[in-house]
Antibody, heavy 121, light 107 residues
Framework: EVQLLESGGGLVQPGGSLRLSCAASGFTFSSYAMSWVRQAPGKGLEWVSAISASGAGSYYTDSVKGRFTISRANSKNMLYVQMNSLRGEDTAVYYCAKGMSGDVSNWFDPWGQGILVTVSS | EIVLTQSPATLSLSPGERATLSCRAS??????LAWYQQKPGQAPRLLIYDASNRATGTPARFSGSGSGTDFTLTISSLEPEDFAVYYC?????????FGPGTKVDIK
């Protein structure tokens, strides 16, 4: 069974940094693209970033470009996102999601349970 | 950026009724459209991908259709567990975008 477990969330001040992790199991992690998707409280879904299976290719939504960095450690079955210069509008539940293949352009299936990031002073 | 519009915002129906949800794209996304279901307090779940392909585990009462800019998710006969929010999403071009969602609630 595929399992995705996010960690590293919490309360951070505006301008601060946080690194989210996603531990993957139940599949050959190095063969699949991965993504981060977020959901602000009471709002809809917003795709944040995606990375190819090898890690060679990555994409970001415009609002996080230059502030967030997605990465992966295939030897550890781990996905990360380093979030810098955090703003109030980054407050959300962050989900990691598995792609359906190794291509960076992919659907999200399945998703982790999500981790809350709150940016507030 | 491709904008996805979903209608209606809320659909109030009874169990056993047919649900028809719409997703319209601001420009063609070919068949690169998916549908997700989200229940309160849960992560979203992929239902339909590439406009009409059911994901593993998606019941046959769910079907997707459309291409280009107009897409439909149909639930042929609503079960109690189908009352949820449904999002469409495109991956035709970066950035990937989601629609605002359609809430299917019990009438």
């Amino acid at each position: 069974e595929v399992q995705l477990l996010e960690s590293g969330g919490g309360l951070v001040q505006p301008g601060g940094s946080l690194r989210l992790s996603c531990a993957a199991s139940g599949f050959t992690f190095s063969s699949y693209a991965m993504s981060w998707v977020r959901q602000a409280p009471g709002k809809g879904l917003e795709w944040v970033s995606a990375i190819s299976a090898s890690g060679a290719g990555s994409y970001y939504t415009d609002s996080v470009k230059g502030r967030f960095t997605i990465s992966r450690a295939n030897s550890k079955n781990m996905l990360y996102v380093q979030m810098n210069s955090l703003r109030g509008e980054d407050t959300a539940v962050y989900y990691c999601a598995k792609g359906m293949s190794g291509d960076v352009s992919n659907w999200f299936d399945p998703w982790g349970q999500g981790i809350l990031v709150t940016v507030s002073s | 950026e491709i904008v996805l519009t979903q209608s209606p915002a809320t659909l109030s129906l009874s169990p056993g009724e047919r649900a028809t949800l719409s997703c319209r794209a601001s420009q063609s996304v070919r068949s690169y459209l998916a549908w997700y279901q989200q229940k309160p307090g849960q992560a979203p779940r992929l239902l339909i991908y590439d406009a009409s392909n059911r994901a593993t585990g998606t019941p046959a009462r769910f079907s997707g259709s459309g291409s280009g800019t107009d897409f439909t998710l149909t639930i042929s006969s609503l079960e109690p567990e189908d009352f949820a929010v449904y999002y469409c999403q495109q991956r035709s071009s970066w950035p990937f975008t989601f629609g605002p969602g359609t809430k299917v609630d019990i009438k």
